[in-house]
C-alpha cells in the first residue's frame, strides 16, 4: 500500500507485489475488489467461527482503514456516505467483516466526537500510519466495569460483553462507570495493556466472526489524557451523531446481508431451481409466483437503499456542522436513520426467510449454509429491537417530537 493515502475522491496506488505494475483504484475499488476475496470463503468461515486474521490484515494494508481520517491527518478524507457504502460492501461479501470494518470507524469518531483536538488528532495520525485496527469494548448497558480515581489517573476494572472487533485489535475504546457519581468515562487505551483480556467466548449463531464476546478488564490503568471527556459522551448535539453513525453503519450491514441473500437466491433460481410440476412452465424464472416473489424484493431493496442513501447524506451535512450543530437538525438526522433501519431490517428478513421459497427445497443444503443471511441479520437485530424504532417513529409522526438522545437512538 502506498504510504500516501487518498484524498476525498481521489484514487489510491496500490501495490500487490513487487512484479505487479501499480494499480489505481478508488476506495470503493478497493472494497469491491477485497469483496470478492472474501466471499469465495465466507461460507466455509461462517462454519468456522474464530477471528478472521487474514481477511483483517488484508483490510489493514488495503489503507481502508484510514478513509474516515481527515487527509490533514494521514487519511483519505473521505465522508461518511463513502464509508457506509464500503461497509455495505464488505457486508455483502462478509457480514461479519464489514461489521467489524463498520466498528473500526464509529470508534474512531467516537474519539472524534467525545474527545479533545489534541486526543484525536494524534489518534488518527497513528492509525493512519500504523495501520490501527480499533475495537469495540464500551456497551453502555453493561454495566459491570467500574472505575475509580486517583491522583493522575484511573482504575477501571470489570468486564463488558459484546466487544465486536476486540481481538486483533491494536486499540479500544472502553468504558466503565465512576464508582462514586456513576457517570460513564469512555476511554481510548491500546488492547495490549497490563490487565486487559479478551476472551474468545463468541460462539452465537450469526455474525461469527466478529469476536463479539467478552473482555475483561483488571485494574487497568487508563491515564487522564485517554479518558474522552471534553465535551464527552452525549454532552452536545454534535457528540450525539455517534449513535446515528451506530445505526448507520448497522443499516448498511443489515442492507448488504438483504443483497448478498437476494443475489445468492437468484443464481440459486436461475441456475438450480426445478419449477413446480403444475406450474405449467419450463423454468423457475418464467413462473409467475417466482417472478412476483423477486419483483417484491427489488422494489423492497431500492427503497431501502434510497432511505439509506438519503440518511448518510443527511447525516454528513450534519457532520459538517459540528459544534454549530442543533437539536432539531440532529433529530432530522435521527428521524432519517431510524426510517432507513426500518426498511432495512424488514426486507432483509423478507429476502433472508423467503428466498427458499424461490430457490426450492435443494437450496436448504448445509453445505451451502444459505441460512447465514438470516443467522446473521437476526443476531444483529436482536441487539436493538426494531419495534422501538418503530415507536420512536410513531410518536415523531402524533406528537413531533424527535428521539431522545441515546447510544441507541
Not at 464500551?138 to 476486540?166: I, M, T
Not at 481510548?188 to 476472551?199: F, H, K, L, N
Not at 443471511?373 to 415523531?396: F, M, Q, S
Request: aromatic residues 8%; glycine residues 8%; proline residues 5%.
Amino acid at each position: 500500500m502506498n504510504s500516501t493515502y487518498l484524498q476525498q475522491n481521489a484514487p489510491l496506488s496500490v501495490l500487490p507485489d513487487e512484479e505487479t505494475p501499480a494499480i489505481t483504484e478508488t476506495p470503493l475499488q478497493i472494497a469491491q475488489r477485497l469483496a470478492v476475496a472474501f466471499a469465495t470463503t465466507a461460507t466455509e468461515r461462517d462454519a468456522q467461527g474464530g477471528t478472521p486474521k487474514a481477511e483483517r490484515d488484508a483490510l489493514r494494508t488495503s489503507g481502508l482503514l484510514a478513509m474516515s481520517i481527515p487527509a490533514t491527518h494521514g487519511g483519505s478524507g473521505a465522508n461518511w456516505r463513502q464509508t457506509l457504502d464500503v461497509v455495505r460492501t464488505l457486508g455483502r461479501a462478509d457480514s461479519s467483516l464489514g461489521h467489524v470494518f463498520g466498528f473500526h470507524h464509529l470508534m474512531l469518531a467516537t474519539v472524534r466526537l467525545f474527545g479533545s483536538p489534541p486526543q484525536w488528532r494524534s489518534w488518527f495520525e497513528q492509525t493512519a500510519r500504523h495501520q490501527w485496527f480499533w475495537g469495540n469494548a464500551l456497551n453502555p448497558l453493561d454495566e459491570r466495569a467500574v472505575s475509580h480515581s486517583y491522583a493522575d489517573w484511573r482504575e477501571f476494572s470489570g468486564q463488558k460483553s459484546f466487544c465486536s472487533g476486540a481481538l486483533d485489535s491494536e486499540m479500544l475504546i472502553v468504558s466503565a462507570r465512576d464508582a462514586d457519581a456513576r457517570t460513564l468515562l469512555v476511554a481510548a487505551v491500546p488492547t495490549g495493556r497490563t490487565g486487559i483480556s479478551v476472551g474468545e467466548d463468541w460462539n452465537n449463531i450469526g455474525q461469527r466472526q466478529t469476536d463479539s464476546g467478552t473482555v475483561t478488564l483488571e485494574k487497568v490503568r487508563v491515564e487522564n489524557h485517554e479518558l474522552l471527556t471534553e465535551p464527552g459522551p452525549l454532552s452536545t448535539p454534535f457528540a450525539c451523531l455517534r449513535p446515528l453513525l451506530a445505526q448507520l453503519i448497522l443499516t448498511n450491514t443489515y442492507l448488504g446481508i438483504g443483497e448478498s441473500a437476494f443475489n445468492d437466491a437468484r443464481h440459486y433460481t436461475l441456475n438450480e431451481a426445478r419449477p413446480w410440476h403444475t406450474s405449467g412452465v419450463q423454468t423457475t424464472s418464467a413462473d409467475p409466483y417466482i417472478l412476483g416473489q423477486y419483483g417484491e424484493f427489488w422494489a423492497g431493496l431500492e427503497a431501502a437503499r434510497l432511505l439509506t442513501d438519503r440518511a448518510a447524506d443527511r447525516f454528513d451535512a450534519a457532520w459538517a456542522r459540528e459544534d454549530a450543530l442543533t437539536e432539531a437538525e440532529r433529530g432530522e438526522v435521527a428521524l432519517a436513520v431510524a426510517t432507513a433501519k426500518v426498511a432495512a431490517t424488514e426486507i432483509g428478513f423478507s429476502i433472508c426467510t423467503r428466498m427458499f421459497d424461490v430457490a426450492g427445497a435443494r437450496a436448504t443444503h448445509g453445505a451451502l449454509r444459505l441460512d447465514r443471511h438470516w443467522r446473521n441479520l437476526r443476531t444483529h437485530t436482536l441487539h436493538d429491537p426494531l419495534a422501538y424504532k418503530l415507536r420512536e417513529i410513531g410518536e415523531w409522526t402524533l406528537t413531533q417530537r424527535y428521539p431522545t438522545p441515546s447510544f441507541y437512538s
